[in-house]
């Protein structure tokens, strides 16, 4: 027995990584379609964008970079998607200064293509990226054209028609804030104090927890926590627009429903691992006690 | 009147007083630091003193602290600017003294250089930075796609790699403390996904009961993400904003002058 308990213990770490590799790419390549419930935090933030009523304002802040992607897109792409299909309009801008703008930009051409009757600087704008989150984001609060002056194109924020009516954040319905690090926190902790605006938070799994006394406190109108909160989300609107439920399960585009089969199998490899690693040590330790018994 | 008088006053303190500082300082080398505490007082006071009055000159559209805020959004500028000139300083000298790893830091400032050269002429040339006139993509957005995003997304994948082998090598149950957290930390993330579903996807007759067990397994998750979890979070966040909100009143009275290089004050 102890033989084998050390050579577990030793293992070739290189197994553990073959295992990770095929868990995560098996159920991409071939996706499962896991079932998804959903959370009280994920519905609140659907229900809140779904009680707005067509000409409202949605800004999406793209707080994020190419690395929690897979996470952040979907949840992007779902609240963009949902706005669009809803005739609000959405402003977006990006301040993550690692890629935050690339990704923007990605996302935006993507759901965008999706609703050619959608027209850039009518139903949709982009601010483009603005270094400083905390102080632009304060800026925003008094003055948008202060903090920025034209969009993405530079053509000046005065002569784009949908941004007539939102001089400030106080003209913006919610601010939808999907983000890595702490960029999120600065929303809840400077925009929303200055300003009044509600804030929706769509953070990373790891992140997710700071915001949960946020969410507690009632600083916060929803939450998409993670990738789980992302695949909650494409759910709720599936449920509630047969197109867009059409689009999820038949577009090849990676979402985050199938990102959830991934992410089960690798959560129960990790658990297996840690009950497989914890059995071992105990064994190993049980051998250790009874060897200096004796 | 209100207006230009918020105006005139950002312009004492902020350019005047300034001038006036490092003109003492050359001749009384003692009041080097007076110039920038009086700066970095007025500059904290301002912000706090226009949430509590609201005058025009304070707390208006075009008042001292949105033209506070405004500076603040330049000053990182130039703060973004300051990594630039870190970066190339100690990746020239990196090279230059061939220390270990020298030829990734030409790398680094290849990637630098030409990626900033590219973004920088499509700017001044009005063409754009990352689209052109026509919608097609820049030079620059070729870079960030083809090179940047992925390599960003790449280290960060290796992450689940490293977290399986820990998890199979360190997160043992060696103490009560750590087998709670063990505990915690296997419910969570067997909470957080279709588990139960998964294990019993093979056995037909068993998913009704996996789906029932997994959503009360959901429903333990989120109460400790949300009661346990939210509680902790929320002490250290008040614990976090009272050590700002003290650290801020020092700086603010130039009790603490390490920002300056001073030394840590009294």
């Not at chain 1, 400083?132 to 924020?157: H, N």
């Not at chain 2, 902790?232 to 300056?260: C, N, P, T």
């Amino acid at each position: 027995m102890a033989p084998f308990v050390d050579r577990l213990l030793n293992l070739d770490r290189r197994w553990l990584f073959l295992l990770v590799f095929a868990g995560v790419a098996v159920p991409i390549i071939m996706p499962m379609g896991l079932p998804v419930t959903t959370t009280a935090s994920t519905r609140s933030a659907f229900e809140y964008i779904e009680a707005l009523k067509p000409g409202d304002c949605v800004l999406i802040s793209y707080d994020y970079g190419p690395s929690s992607a897979p996470e952040n897109d979907p949840m992007a792409e779902g609240i963009m998607r949902q706005c669009f299909m809803k005739r609000i309009r959405v402003v977006i801008c990006a301040l993550y200064a690692l890629g935050g703008l690339q990704l923007a930009n990605n996302s935006l051409a993507k759901v965008s293509a999706e609703f050619p009757n959608l027209k850039y600087g009518v139903d949709y704008v982009n601010l483009g990226f603005k270094d400083g989150p905390a102080a632009v984001m304060k800026r925003m609060g008094d003055d948008i054209v202060g903090a920025f002056p034209t969009d993405v194109r530079g053509t000046p924020l005065a002569q784009i028609p949908m941004m007539k009516g939102v001089r400030s954040l106080r003209q913006v319905s919610v601010v939808v804030t999907v983000a890595t690090g702490l960029i999120g926190e600065y929303w809840i902790t400077q925009a929303h104090p200055q300003s009044g605006v509600p804030i929706i938070v769509g953070p990373t799994a790891v992140g997710a927890p700071k915001y949960y006394a946020y969410l507690n406190a009632g600083q916060l109108v929803g939450m998409l926590s993670g990738m789980k909160g992302a695949a909650e989300y494409e759910k709720l609107l599936a449920g509630r627009y047969p197109e867009l439920g059409r689009f999820y399960k038949t577009t090849h585009a990676f979402t985050a429903t199938k990102g959830m089969d991934a992410q089960t199998v690798i959560h129960f490899i990790i658990i297996l691992f840690i009950l497989i690693g914890n059995a071992a040590y105990m064994s190993q330790r049980a051998a250790r006690r009874k060897a200096a018994a004796r | 009147m209100n207006f230009e008088f918020g105006r005139v006053a950002l312009v004492v303190l902020f350019a005047l007083l300034p001038i006036v500082g490092i003109a003492l300082g050359f001749f009384v080398p003692a009041l080097r630091a007076r110039g920038p505490l009086v700066v970095g007082f007025f500059a904290g006071i301002i912000p706090i003193l226009s949430l509590y009055i609201p005058k025009r000159f304070l707390s208006g559209e075009t008042g001292m602290r949105p033209r506070l805020d405004q500076w603040l959004i330049i000053v990182y500028g130039f703060a973004l600017l300051l990594g630039i000139v870190n970066v190339i300083q100690n990746g020239t000298r990196k090279i230059s003294r061939r220390e270990s790893g020298w030829p990734y830091s030409i790398v680094l400032l290849t990637g630098l250089i030409v990626t900033g050269a590219l973004g920088i002429w499509g700017a001044v040339s009005g063409q754009g930075i990352t689209t052109l006139p026509d919608g097609s993509g820049t030079p620059f957005k070729w870079i960030a796609d083809h090179f940047f995003l992925p390599l960003q997304a790449t280290i960060f994948a290796l992450l689940a790699f490293f977290m399986a082998s820990a998890a199979f090598r360190a997160f043992r149950a060696r103490n009560t403390e750590a087998t709670i957290l063990l505990v915690a930390g296997i419910l969570v993330m067997a909470g957080r996904v279709p588990l139960l579903e998964f294990l019993a996807a093979p056995f037909p007759p068993l998913q009704p009961a996996a789906a029932g067990a997994s959503q009360a397994l959901g429903k333990l998750t989120e109460w400790i993400m949300q009661t346990p979890n939210g509680a902790a979070q929320s002490g250290i966040i008040i614990g976090a904003a009272l050590g700002a909100a003290s650290m801020a009143i020092r700086v603010i009275l130039g009790i603490e002058k390490g920002y300056l290089g001073l030394g840590g004050g009294e």
